[in-house]
């Protein structure tokens, strides 16, 4: 039964039933009951009758279906012509029907005459505006608590009126309106995004627009705009049911507000940034899921990745946690400064976020830690695709705590120190200097493990060694090859003299040495691949004049090595390595 105060209508009684229910009202209320013919035919063209709080569809002056105005929760005009329907969910019937009526759509020509408009404002306007006054959509009869105009929200995506009710909240938009229950309201967040703060409103259930369902509502506001709101509320009911909640009046920032007023109003609980700290000193890192970039908050209880979409886990919904590592197999330098990490739910779904800026990986592996999250790379035997693989080839020069507390996890306890080479002082190939005093002496180790392996493995070797280098003992080696006659001979190296004097260092070496810092300080974060680059690139680019202090002590050091390798060949014990000799020349 659907009633208002002038019309009431019974409906799925018996026909049996019908003459008894005539009879009663006609003897009992002096009323005789109207008989309407019901249209059968199946035609989805005719005419719409509004009356009381009922919709009416005719069909050759015949109901086809009546629908009640109460239960619809939303209207939305798409396009010019088209104005959709959307009803409540009653979740105590919902249970008991295995079908209900969700949303119902209008198609209104222009030439329509019921609802006549004109250019500006077309008839299906007409029509959705009259539903609008009819229905629960519209204005409410109530005054509204607070009103907040133009508030950008990011999903559903566009700019609304918030409306905030004693029962419920009401967001009018140009194209839709929502109407949400503060039953629905789970709960609210409230995150920096510089230069905004979003306010999170998550619900069950959520709301809809056409086939799109949308748990959270991602409100964006201006992180350093003020409001004032006086509530529209008695003295009375602020002093009794909202006692301690609501105050009569609000002035502060606009998220601040909005969110102490409608906390008082729905009772939900607010969560904001915990004890997470980026790299940065904010409280998300940066990433992508599923080709959309956003930025993944770490809070207490759960993670949140907005703005879009809207990604809400909790920790009790983790089953466990994986880092993956970018720039394995030959991948390029730049994307082996990212990560991934993996969320594996208990669900069996997994949520990948993507290229997350390695420098975060300690806070992040920190936080989950503490969280007593599982995290899947700990016990993982492969070597450079485990979470100690973030850290592999790192440019910091002290030792990793981390990777040293993680490989101890996996081998035991059992750790070496490794000696990798310092790429960014690799010279460019148009330096004409001499190899460093670090790069000798991993050939001489090299030639020395060379000895007792066949020549092509030797080559190999060879590619290794600084690019001048490599240049000058090849063509050596071939000039000794033509004067014994086209006879190829094995060249054996000897052991490096540790008493040998250090080699001299090219003018652009010098100017490494002072500038190196200079570039990290100038460039936070950038690839230690890519310094060595960019002092090439200054290096090139500078003139004779300015080359000229740098040149100056290459020449310095240049005559001190030859002073100490003169000496050094006079003596009576010297071990002269025959593969470095000509680079004394």
Same mark, same amino acid.
């Given at each position: 039964?659907t009633?208002?105060?002038?019309?009431?209508?019974?409906?799925r009684?018996?026909?049996?039933?019908?003459?008894?229910?005539?009879?009663?009202?006609?003897?009992?209320?002096?009323? +005789?009951?109207?008989?309407?013919?019901?249209?059968?035919?199946?035609?989805?063209?005719?005419e719409v009758?509004?009356?009381?709080?009922m919709?009416?569809?005719?069909?050759?002056?015949?109901?086809?279906?009546?629908?009640?105005?109460?239960?619809?929760?939303?209207?939305?005009l798409?396009g010019?012509?088209?104005?959709?329907?959307?009803?409540?969910v009653?979740?105590?019937?919902?249970?008991?029907?295995?079908?209900s009526?969700?949303?119902?759509?209008?198609h209104?020509?222009?030439s329509?005459?019921?609802?006549?408009?004109?250019?500006?404002?077309?008839?299906?306007?007409i029509?959705?505006?009259?539903?609008?006054?009819?229905?629960?959509?519209?204005p409410?009869?109530?005054?509204?608590v607070?009103?907040f105009?133009?508030i950008?929200?990011?999903t559903?995506?566009?700019?609304?009126?918030?409306?905030?009710?004693?029962?419920?909240?009401?967001?009018?938009?140009?194209?839709?309106?929502?109407?949400?229950?503060?039953?629905s309201?789970?709960?609210?967040?409230?995150?920096?995004?510089?230069?905004? +703060?979003?306010?999170?409103i +998550?619900?069950?259930?959520?709301?809809r627009k056409?086939?799109?369902?949308?748990?959270?509502?991602v &409100?964006?506001f201006a992180?350093?705009e003020?409001?004032?709101?006086?509530?529209?509320m008695?003295e009375?009911?602020?002093?009794?049911?909202y006692?301690d909640?609501? #105050?009569p009046?609000?002035k502060?920032?606009?998220?601040e507000?909005f969110?102490?007023?409608?906390?008082?109003l729905?009772?939900?609980?607010?969560?904001?940034p915990g004890?997470f700290?980026?790299?940065?000193d904010?409280?998300?890192?940066?990433?992508? &899921?599923?080709?959309?970039?956003?930025?993944?908050?770490?809070l207490?209880?759960?993670?949140?990745f &907005?703005?879009?979409?809207?990604?809400?886990?909790?920790?009790?919904?983790?089953?466990?946690?994986?880092?993956e590592?970018?720039?394995t197999?030959?991948?390029?330098s730049?994307?082996?400064?990212?990560?991934?990490?993996?969320?594996?739910?208990?669900?069996?779904?997994?949520?990948?976020?993507?290229?997350?800026?390695?420098?975060?990986?300690h806070?992040?592996?920190?936080f989950?830690?503490s969280?007593?999250l599982?995290?899947?790379? &700990?016990g993982?035997?492969h070597?450079?695709s485990g979470?100690?693989?973030?850290?592999?080839?790192?440019?910091?020069?002290a030792?990793?705590?981390h990777? #040293?507390?993680i490989?101890?996890?996996?081998?035991?306890?059992?750790?070496?120190d490794?000696?990798e080479?310092?790429?960014d002082?690799?010279?460019?190939?148009?330096?004409?200097?001499?190899?460093t005093?670090?790069?000798?002496?991993e050939?001489s180790?090299?030639?020395?493990?060379?000895?007792?392996?066949?020549?092509?493995?030797?080559k190999e070797?060879?590619?290794?060694e600084?690019?001048?280098?490599?240049a000058?003992?090849?063509?050596?080696?071939?000039?000794?090859?033509?004067?014994?006659?086209g006879?190829?001979?094995?060249?054996?190296k000897?052991?490096?003299d540790?008493?040998?004097?250090?080699?001299?260092m090219?003018?652009?070496m010098?100017?490494?040495?002072?500038?190196r810092?200079?570039?990290k300080?100038?460039?936070?974060?950038?690839?230690?691949?890519?310094?060595a680059?960019?002092?090439? #690139?200054?290096?090139?680019?500078?003139?004779?004049e300015?080359?000229?202090p740098?040149?100056?002590?290459?020449?310095?050091?240049?005559?001190?090595y030859?002073d100490?390798?003169?000496?050094?060949?006079?003596g009576?014990?010297?071990?002269?390595d025959?593969?470095?000799?000509s680079?004394?020349e």
């Open positions: 039964m009633q208002n105060i002038s019309l009431q209508v019974i409906r009684q018996k026909q049996s039933d019908v003459d008894n229910l005539s009879n009663f009202m006609t003897n009992t209320l002096g009323v +005789t009951p109207e008989e309407k013919q019901l249209s059968i035919s199946g035609r989805n063209w005719g009758n509004l009356e009381g709080n919709l009416t569809f005719l069909v050759g002056s015949k109901p086809a279906f009546e629908v009640s105005l109460a239960d619809v929760s939303q209207t939305q798409q010019k012509n088209d104005v959709v329907l959307e009803f409540h009653d979740d105590t019937t919902g249970a008991n029907e295995k079908d009526l969700m949303e119902l759509s209008f209104i020509p222009n329509n005459t019921t609802f006549a408009g004109d250019e500006a404002t077309p008839p299906a306007q029509f959705r505006e009259k539903i609008m006054s009819m229905a629960d959509v519209g409410s009869g109530a005054e509204a607070a009103l105009e133009d950008a929200i990011l559903p995506r566009g700019r609304y009126t918030i409306e905030l009710h004693l029962s419920f909240l009401r967001l009018q938009g140009q194209a839709n309106d929502f109407k949400i229950q503060y039953s309201v789970v709960r609210l967040f409230v995150l920096p995004k510089s230069p905004h +703060t979003l306010v999170v +998550t619900l069950d259930p959520p709301i056409g086939q799109t369902f949308y748990p959270h509502i &409100l964006q992180m350093e003020l409001a004032e709101c006086a509530l529209s008695n009375e009911l602020l002093n009794t049911k006692k909640k609501l #105050e009046s609000y502060g920032l606009s998220h507000v969110t102490q007023i409608l906390r008082g729905s009772a939900a609980k607010v969560t904001q004890k700290r980026s790299s940065q904010g409280y998300a890192v940066r990433a992508s &899921l599923k080709a959309e970039d956003g930025i993944l908050y770490p207490e209880k759960s993670f949140f &907005l703005p879009k979409p809207p990604t809400l886990i909790l920790h009790e919904e983790i089953e466990y946690l994986e880092f590592r970018h720039g197999g030959g991948a390029s730049i994307s082996s400064h990212y990560f991934d990490l993996i969320i594996r739910l208990k669900s069996e779904q997994e949520h990948q976020f993507r290229n997350i800026q390695r420098n975060e990986y806070n992040l592996f920190n989950i830690s969280k007593g599982k995290i899947m790379n &700990l993982d035997a070597g450079t979470v100690a693989a973030v850290l592999e080839n790192s440019d910091d020069e030792v990793d705590p990777l #040293e507390r490989k101890s996890a996996r081998e035991g306890g059992a750790g070496e490794s000696d080479e310092d790429e002082f690799i010279a460019e190939k148009d330096d004409a200097g001499s190899p005093d670090d790069s000798e002496e050939q180790d090299a030639s020395e493990s060379e000895e007792t392996k066949e020549k092509p493995a030797k070797v060879k590619k290794k600084a690019p001048v280098a490599k000058t003992g090849t063509k050596r080696k071939k000039k000794d090859e033509e004067e014994d006659g006879k190829k001979r094995k060249l054996k000897k052991k490096k540790p008493n040998a004097p250090k080699r001299a090219p003018g652009f010098f100017f490494s040495q002072i500038e810092e200079n570039v300080k100038s460039n936070p974060g950038i690839p230690f691949t890519e310094v680059k960019a002092l090439g #690139e200054r290096w090139k680019k500078m003139s004779a300015e080359k000229e740098y040149e100056s002590r290459a020449k310095a050091d240049q005559k001190r030859k100490a390798m003169a000496g050094y060949k006079s009576p014990t010297n071990i002269i025959s593969g470095n000799e680079d004394s």
